[in-house]
């Protein structure tokens, strides 16, 4: 696609509930990024991928959290019993190489734990 | 640990002044990055800066990046109000280039 898609674009679930984020990065894009963001701060670093494979998940908060891209292409963020402090725009970003070279970011998806 | 942090939190200003935005490493970078977030909207790639010293000019930014290359600078030159937005410097983390870290931004608004 044209940009980076990031589905759905608000999520709203309760505390306890499994959610899923879906990220469809521009294609050729080979390294692909999740972001977390709270309202007032710059985006968190999560996971990074380099085509089929995390190489690098520090950023992932706790064991709840857990991201898969098993084609390479998109890539999926799984949330496993949401806390109300999950809550923030999460971001996916995309770039043609691994390094030296800027992001193209999707809309973000907005999650809210009530 | 790493950090990148921005100077101002905020600035507002009169359309047509100036406008500069601080970014400060306490470790040395390999790059810096500028991005630039509308309101309710996602981060917006500017510019990639890589040598010690470098200045870039996009139109009225202009870019700098430190000797040391642990600082860099944006400043805007005769402001506009499409120019509103919050601001962020970003670095690839010293142990893991692959992780970059973004500052805390510096949020522009601008007075018509």
């Known amino acids: 696609g044209a940009g980076v898609s990031q589905t759905p674009s608000n999520k709203v679930t309760e505390k306890g509930k499994y959610v899923e984020l879906r990220c469809d990065p521009i294609?050729?894009?080979?390294?692909l990024y999740w972001y977390r963001q709270s309202l007032g701060q710059g985006p968190e670093f999560l996971i990074y991928?380099?085509?089929?494979?995390?190489?690098?998940d520090s950023g992932l908060p706790n064991d709840r959290f857990f991201a898969v891209r098993p084609e390479g292409s998109v890539s999926t963020l799984k949330i496993q019993r949401t806390e109300r402090g999950d809550s923030a725009v999460y971001l996916c970003?995309?770039?043609?190489?691994?390094?030296?070279?800027?992001?193209?970011f999707g809309s973000g998806t907005r999650l809210t734990v009530v | 640990g790493q950090q990148v942090m921005q100077i101002p939190q905020y600035q507002h200003v009169q359309e047509g002044e100036d406008f500069t935005t601080y970014c400060n490493s306490s470790?040395?970078?390999?790059?810096i990055q500028w991005y630039k977030q509308r309101p309710g909207g996602h981060p917006v790639f500017l510019i990639q800066?890589?040598?010690?010293?470098e200045v870039k000019k996009q139109k009225r930014l202009t870019f700098q990046f430190g000797e040391a290359k642990k600082n860099s600078s944006l400043h805007i030159t005769a402001t506009q109000t499409t120019d509103v937005g919050t601001y962020f410097c970003?670095?690839?983390?010293?142990?893991?280039?692959?992780?970059?870290?973004f500052g805390s931004g510096t949020r522009l608004s601008i007075r018509p």
């Open positions: 970003a995309s770039s043609p190489r691994q390094y030296d070279y800027g992001y193209t």
């Open positions: 294609s050729g894009h080979t390294a």
């Open positions: 991928f380099q085509g089929t494979g995390a190489a690098d």
């Open positions: 470790t040395t970078l390999s790059n």
């Open positions: 800066l890589v040598k010690s010293g």
């Open positions: 970003a670095g690839p983390w010293y142990s893991s280039a692959s992780k970059i870290i």
